[in-house]
Structures are given as structure tokens and as C-alpha cells.
């Protein structure tokens, strides 16, 4: 029995269309200061998925290569026109292509109000006020 689910995404400007395959159980967000800095937010939430559960419909990324603490060099997919970030996954010189394994940027994805964070990592660089959102004054829209 196969435990996958299917999504799709898209980039802001919809140059760029997806699908996936995805194992909801894996959803982590992130507090690192890369996913700060890139996402412009406090936190980004990630879902894994595999090359081969991952299908270009429209459009084609821009890559930015980052090199990680760890010394690896990461490939980030965005869209070069809305600048909206699809993915990140290892370099080919590191991994073959088509056998690497993609973190989607689960904002991104249509069903991202339904796929809950399962942990969050990197909280040692986590800002200090948004583990209780809930203090915050809340309006219904700006
Ligand atoms: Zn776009
Ligand atoms: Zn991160």
C-alpha cells in the first residue's frame, strides 16, 4: 500500500507548476537562519520528496547554489521571474540527478494549510516570540 499523498504548487507569478508525491508524516519546520533570511520570515516549513515523486508541469526553476555550515553545497530552485522559492536539494556533483531528494517549500504547495509541521528543527536560532503566536493582537485581515 502506497502512503503517499499527491500535491501541486505553484510560484506566485504561475510561470512555474508542480506536482508531487509526498509523505505527509514529514513536514518539519525550520527556524535555521538561511530559512529566515530566504524566506523573509521568522520560520519555513519543509516537506521531503524524491526526484521521482516530483514532476514539472509548466515553467523551470533558476538555481541558487548555497554552501551549507556543513560544507555541502545546496541547490535552491526559485522562479527567476517572482523570485518565489520552490525547492532545495543536493548538487549533482554530490548526488546523481534524478535520484536526489527535494525539500519543497510547503507554502507554496495548495494544500499547505493541511500538511502540520510533525517537528521543528534548528531551534537554536529560533526567534524568541513565535513560540506563542497566540500573544499576539489578532485581526481577521490587515
Ligand atoms: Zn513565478
Ligand atoms: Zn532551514
Redesign the pocket.
Known amino acids: 500500500m502506497d502512503d503517499k499523498t499527491s500535491v501541486d504548487g505553484s510560484?506566485?507569478?504561475?510561470?512555474?507548476k508542480f506536482k508531487a508525491r509526498v509523505d505527509v508524516s514529514r513536514a518539519v519546520l525550520c527556524h535555521c537562519r538561511d530559512c529566515q533570511i530566504m524566506s523573509g520570515g521568522p520560520y519555513r516549513v519543509i516537506l521531503q520528496t524524491s526526484e521521482q515523486d516530483f514532476q514539472l508541469v509548466q515553467?523551470k526553476p533558476k538555481q541558487y547554489i548555497k554552501l551549507a555550515d556543513s560544507g555541502n553545497r545546496r541547490e535552491l530552485a526559485f522562479?527567476?521571474?517572482?523570485?518565489?522559492q520552490l525547492y532545495a536539494t543536493s548538487v549533482v556533483e554530490d548526488v546523481p540527478e534524478g535520484e536526489r531528494l527535494l525539500g519543497l517549500r510547503v507554502g507554496v504547495l495548495s494544500q499547505a494549510a493541511e500538511l502540520r509541521p510533525r517537528a521543528q528543527v534548528w531551534c537554536k536560532s529560533r526567534v524568541s516570540w513565535c513560540s506563542d503566536l497566540s500573544a499576539l493582537h489578532e485581526l481577521d485581515r490587515q
Open positions: 510560484c506566485h507569478c504561475e510561470a512555474i515553467g522562479c527567476e521571474v517572482c523570485s518565489t
